[in-house]
């Protein structure tokens, strides 16, 4: 008799955005003529850039001919992808990342789900509250998160790090007894948009150093950061390359979420146990998987190249200018938000002390406006909810007139 | 202090085609001059059709206009590829298969590799020796297999259904004490290129329903079946919707194998100790997975229009005729060999009482031709070799010619 994955129906049944989904459904449905405005999900809406469809256009025609038609690429990526990610991406900031340090993948979310696999069922997990859901499901389906205890909203095995706003909405480092072995780390974050200087990340390099921990730094908002003291990656820290991983996106900065295509980073210094994590990452991807479609590495190749950095500014302004509008817009409300400046997420604490789904409820039935409700994201994430800057222009400044009209 | 996943360190470090791939370098650098044919690797060669290019450049156009832009994917794929996958693929044989019971995926390697997951790590494995590597590699690297026995070639917790002469190169139900959970098969088999009649077929599926066994079911070869009495799909047979998974890929049929595309099937009739396979995988994907690339999707979808599937019979076609040269070539030349009829695989016995390496050597050095030693499949193959009929035609004329020279 086979036995499933005991572990699969421990996970949470409900879902965040299907759940908003439905809500936002059932009100249009009964309210037909309400002009929605959605800034939820973190999905971008520009079209992509000249040189990316020129790219994949030519990548397209030499499928079609013999003498120049790819099959099977190579498990960890095409040398111009990786090469042009490690020079560009790493080198030109200063950090020393090797081209073939870098593993192609096709998005942050298989990677930061599938990142775990390599380590044993028997390590500490830590992460931010409010967090990313798929960190915490994916060691839930490992059987790494303990049980699920209803009242507190929070798994029993795993150590949360909260993110509140004494600390600017970024964690603080764990200091209980339990010291975590596996550290996810979001930084520009999602949800709350926050970020910290080179000097506070330091601190946490460190920390992971001295306790052989390892940090799985998401870094997919990168391309959002405006500040100088703000780093791009965790190996502008001294020390990162022996206990780091990087998770990297084209979703976000070249609008690839239906294109699919990202990258992790594993220095070849990163060893556990006298193990080189490179090398189980290698192994993991040469097994169960076949690399990133040709035409698609060559979209992110184009990326890099002058004409494509120039517009992807283009791409990251628009929507910066969008949060701008957000937050400003909103402050002049008399919101109390954050996030917005080195990233495209604005974390708005709700008012008169509304929980996040009455001001989510409130926000789509008098505004017609939708968000992400901060509770989705973990307990700390209560009284706050999360808009995106994803949004058309025009869209998204007549959303943020409409929320600061009924808060007035 | 973080620990890894210390099943990654047991999994056996040689790896076939890269042996392979030494191999021959290394003839190359000592013999510049040879002309090698590689027949080896089952990449394919000819470059995808007119249909599957005008379809992606006009996907690829759509991403270029924000009017028609996409961003993320569903999950589990496109309702237009899903739709035409269950209805052409399914529906059209006869099978009763739902569109939303395909999950669309990037490759039936990375299908293979991750649907052990949703099982318990207690499931006994049954795989086929000779044997596609990654079936057994995943359940490795999940715990499952036990140790390796380096005088056997074999994992002490895997049941292994040889593949012999005696049996036309298929497995046997396994008939000793320890009944499989879970039963990988592959027809048409990859390396063997045997197949089964639909009578033989029918009775693993009511082994499995009779133990409450599940059947993954890998048809990434069904386009090369040429004999009417070989089932194409396993749900042809009564009985299977409760107890196998099958996947398939666009890589075999429609060169897709730098495109990425397959994709897996699961009825939501399977349940195993009361619970949904189909719920548990739809999970996986909601939260490992980002869906498949739109503009991959689109060509996926192209395949099934009427010139697509004209065009993929002639892609068919022109490496089947390659797999009956082959076949015949080598048989006239007093080879045993089997494959090839309703497979692009050729399963050759060495001549002389070769090992499968000799046989290797032997080819490369003396014919200057390419082939996979069967023994890299697992110890049955030992004494055979498999060549694919995936090259170019007149190149595969050509190594014919030149191994029955040898031969003879």
Redesign the interface.
């Known amino acids: ?6 572990d ?2 421990k ?1 949470r049944s409900s ?1 965040l955005f299907s759940d908003i989904a439905k809500k936002v459904a059932a009100y249009q449905s009964s309210n037909p003529s309400a002009d929605i405005i959605r800034l939820g ?1 973190g ?6 850039t ?1 040189s990316v ?1 020129e790219a ?2 030519k990548a ?2 030499e ?4 003498k120049t ?5 190579p498990d960890l990526g095409y040398d111009f992808l990786r090469s042009a990610i490690a020079s560009h991406d790493y080198r030109k900031r200063g950090c020393d990342i090797a081209d073939d340090e870098i593993f192609v993948s ?2 942050a ?2 990677d930061s ?2 990142i775990q ?7 500490v997990v830590a992460v931010c509250d409010p967090v990313y859901p ?1 960190y915490v ?2 060691n839930v ?1 490992a059987g790494r998160a303990g049980e699920f205890a209803e009242d507190a909203g929070r798994w029993s095995d795993v150590v949360y790090m909260p993110c509140l706003e004494e600390n600017g909405f970024a964690p603080m480092i764990p200091s209980g007894d339990r010291v975590p ?2 550290i996810y780390l979001c930084f520009p974050n999602n949800p709350t948009g926050a970020t910290i200087v080179k000097s506070e990340l330091q601190k946490w390099v460190d920390y992971a150093n001295e ?4 940090i799985i730094y998401d870094a997919a908002y990168e391309a959002y950061i405006s500040e100088d003291d703000v780093p791009h990656s965790i190996y502008e820290c001294d020390g990162a390359r022996t206990c780091a991983i990087e998770l990297r996106s084209f979703s976000k900065n070249a ?1 690839f ?4 295509l990202g990258f992790t980073v594993i220095p070849k210094d990163l060893k ?2 006298g ?1 080189r ?1 490179y090398d ?1 990452w290698a ?2 991807h ?11 590495q060559r979209a992110g190749e184009a990326v890099y190249s002058d004409k494509g950095q120039e517009e992807i500014k283009g791409l990251v302004k628009y929507y910066m200018d969008n949060a701008a509008y957000i937050l400003n817009g909103l402050k002049k409300a008399g919101l109390c938000v954050s996030g917005g400046v080195n990233a495209p997420y604005i974390w708005v604490k709700t008012p008169e002390g509304l929980s996040s789904w009455e001001y989510f409820d409130r926000l789509l039935t008098v505004a017609n406006v939708v968000g992400t409700p901060g509770s989705g994201f973990g307990p700390s994430g209560e009284g706050y909810l999360r808009l995106t800057a994803f949004g ?1 222009s025009e869209r998204t400044k007549e959303a943020v007139d409409r929320i600061a009209g009924i808060v007035i």
């Open positions: 008799m086979a036995k499933i994955n005991r699969y129906t996970l879902y999900i999905d971008v809406t520009r079209p992509l000249p469809i994949m256009h397209v025609d499928m079609a001919d013999e038609f790819r099959g099977y690429a096709d998005g979310k298989s789900g599938n696999e390599i380590f044993g069922k028997d390590n798929v499901d994916t389906m072995d596996i306790h052989g921990s390892v609008g979420t239906g294109v699919r556990v146990e193990v994590l189980l192994r993991r040469g097994t169960k998987y076949n690399g990133a479609p040709y035409i698609i058309n």
